[in-house]
């Protein structure tokens, strides 16, 4: 006998979307070819790239609560979002529904540290610096004085997420994203580690990765680990 109860089956992670037009390449959260297991999407209506990073997503906390709740009501096992910002409705988010909710790839920072030399730490390369406040590294558990990088104030990769526009050029934002690790471990030779602030960072975490020779951490990776808790392989068992 099977039980039931689920709209949705096979879809273990829910992940809410900021409502964007700009393109999502292979390797961005909202490309459903990204990952290696079906995801379950929920978009957040007129929560705008701009709303939600730059005017720091006033006004959004009840419709991603009841978004929520929809996809918990769908019958996913998990939430998660597509945006690093979001770590301010952490708490809200997990009070909301009776499943694990990972709001922002920052969450990911003491588990990194704690992988590293004493004498190294991890970094963050953020999609912008003026907005990410106290609050938000706060809300996710980020150490004090951690050190922090943006593509802010660069040719492309800031405005056209946050500026939501329908042309993207991979080439500009990769350069954009490698240019800034580059400088963050310039000035912070101690970093040991990057930890991809911006979900929409990750299609550049190789380039990153083989300009600075230090491991990157993405929403994409910690998303990954996050799924295999909920739906961990069924090994076959040995007698």
């Not at 906390?61 to 998660?80: N, S």
């Not at 004090?144 to 042309?167: D, V, Y």
């Not at 975490?205 to 994409?220: C, D, K, N, Q, W």
């Amino acid at each position: 006998m099977i039980k039931g109860g689920k709209s949705v089956y096979g879809a273990s992670v829910g992940i809410l979307m900021l409502e964007a037009r700009f393109p999502r390449i292979l390797g961005d959260m909202g490309n459903a070819g990204t990952w290696g297991f079906p995801v379950h999407y929920r978009v957040v209506r007129d929560a705008s790239p701009d709303r939600v990073v730059r005017q720091g997503a006033k006004g959004l906390l009840d419709a991603f609560r009841i978004a929520a709740q929809d996809l918990e009501a769908d019958g996913v096992d998990g939430i998660t979002t597509n945006c690093g910002f979001l770590s301010i409705f952490q708490d809200e988010l997990s009070a909301a529904v009776d499943v694990p909710v990972l709001t922002s790839s920052l969450m990911q920072l003491r588990a990194v540290n704690a992988l590293l030399p004493s004498s190294r730490r991890a970094g963050i390369l953020t999609v912008s610096r003026s907005s990410l406040t106290e609050a938000h590294l706060a809300a996710a558990g980020v150490p004090e004085g951690t050190p922090i990088g943006t593509t802010e104030g660069r040719a492309h990769f800031t405005e056209a997420i946050l500026g939501n526009s329908p042309e993207l050029d991979p080439v500009m934002a990769e350069a954009d994203n490698v240019g800034a690790a580059e400088d963050l471990v310039a000035a912070h030779p101690d970093i040991g580690a990057i930890v991809l602030e911006c979900t929409n960072m990750t299609p550049y975490a190789a380039a990153i990765r083989a300009a600075t020779g230090l491991p990157v951490f993405s929403h994409v990776s910690l998303v990954n680990w996050f799924q295999s808790s909920l739906s961990p392989p069924d090994w076959p068992r040995r007698t």
